[in-house]
């Protein structure tokens, strides 16, 4: 892969040629080591591993009077490879005037993300997942199991993705659409006709959103059963969702009927500020699975454990099912693990033969690496070969 990022957070521009072998980024906190990580996984739908605002990632600088500013856009692009094929893929944000009446001159300034392929842009940023995925650790994730269920949904949601590219478009369809019908029912425009159709439409988004995550978290299950990690702990997925649980015992295009009627009862549940259900509340639950354990209930590390048990087992799956592995981007993720664990990781990243993107602050961590992969050093916004 060869990426180039433009005006990218700290860096105005830079380019790295990577070959198939792990690369290990260095540099001292803030050096910029998670930015690299964080343009790669631009590259695939979403908002990236930050789940940053488009606006915050255009490079500010200050000037020398003290004085600073930003650019007006951002890039990320990148030469990949795929069976005999190499293409172009990018994406950037453009400024956009929208009309919106309001303003005192009638337009606002906002930011769009575009995709472009082979220099065409294209309208959906879920074609991105024919061409490259990629899947992350990073220390914010540390808390993934702890918290609300809305990050382990789109943790759930992203491993479907990678199996089935119009997952992403039905999730960000669902959404579209449920913030209409929510905003049309707390601003009491109770028209009928319109929110039935919004109900449809959600329903039929819905009941496939709910079908592809039960089938990701099955295939999955059935992966880890059959092929156990020899150090990492087996974990046992679940999903806990009313729409995917009517899937148990109907067929989909009845469970799309009855979402209808649910969300049609919903309807004073969104006037009256009481709980609203749906495919947009399902959590995902992990067991370490010796244990019967939920995640939630582990310890830290051995929590880390099981989300590399996941990751693992989701690009063995991905590189069995699909002939190609994600990138694998791993911010900080050595830190923590005990050395057996560490070589572990190291080994299986190789026999693997995922392209990886590894952050440290510590270089000797990754001793066993030398010769085998690629060290990068950044200083002053500036990568160095080591
Ligand atoms: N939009 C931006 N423009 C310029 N610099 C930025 C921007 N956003 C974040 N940064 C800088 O990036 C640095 C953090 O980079 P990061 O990759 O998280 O560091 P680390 O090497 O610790 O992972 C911070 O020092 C911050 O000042
Ligand atoms: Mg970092």
Redesign the pocket.
């Known amino acids: 892969m060869r990426l180039t990022l433009t005006d990218f957070?700290?860096y105005q521009f830079l380019r790295i040629n990577a070959g198939t072998e792990p690369i290990v980024i260095t540099?001292d906190?803030?050096?910029?080591?998670?930015?690299i990580l964080e343009a790669i996984s631009f590259l695939t739908p979403g908002r990236g591993l930050r789940g940053a605002r488009l606006a915050?990632?255009?490079?500010?600088s200050s000037a020398e009077d003290g004085s600073f500013g930003s650019s007006v856009s951002w890039a990320v692009a990148a030469k990949v490879s795929k069976g005999d094929d190499c293409y172009d893929i990018a994406t950037a944000v453009e400024p956009v005037l929208r009309e919106v009446g309001q303003d005192e001159d009638g337009s606002q300034r906002f930011e769009r993300r575009i995709v472009k392929i082979d220099g065409s842009k294209i309208s959906s940023q879920a074609e991105l997942g024919n061409y490259i995925s990629a899947i992350w650790l990073t220390p914010q994730m540390d808390r993934l199991f702890r918290g609300g269920s809305q990050p382990r949904r789109s943790f759930l949601d992203r491993l479907v993705y990678d199996f089935d590219a119009e997952h992403a478009k039905r999730i960000s369809s669902f959404e579209h659409l449920y913030k209409e019908w929510y905003r049309l029912l707390k601003d009491g425009k109770h028209d009928n006709f319109w929110l039935s159709g919004l109900e449809e439409n959600m329903a039929s988004a819905g009941a496939a959103i709910a079908a592809a995550r039960r089938e990701q978290i099955a295939r999955l299950n059935t992966f880890i059963e059959h092929e156990p990690d020899d150090v990492f702990p087996s974990v046992r997925l679940e999903l806990d969702g009313t729409i995917e649980k009517l899937l148990d015992t109907l067929p989909a295009i009845e469970v799309e009927d009855r979402y209808r009627e649910i969300l049609r009862k919903m309807r004073r549940s969104v006037i009256y500020n009481d709980t609203i259900d749906g495919v947009n509340r399902t959590d995902f639950k992990v067991y370490y699975r010796k244990k019967g354990m939920p995640a939630d209930l582990c310890s830290t590390g051995e929590q880390k454990s099981l989300l590399i048990s996941i990751i693992l087992a989701q690009s063995k799956c991905q590189s069995l099912y699909k002939g190609f592995a994600p990138v694998m981007l791993l911010d900080e993720v050595v830190a923590h693990l005990d050395d057996l664990k560490r070589e572990a990781l190291i080994g299986k990243i190789q026999e693997l033969g995922v392209q990886a993107w590894i952050?440290s602050t510590n270089a000797e961590l990754f001793d066993s690496l030398r010769g085998k992969a690629r060290f990068l050093h950044i200083e002053d916004n500036q990568l160095f070969e080591e």
């Open positions: 957070r700290n540099g906190n803030g050096a910029g080591k998670t930015n915050d990632i255009k490079r500010i952050t």
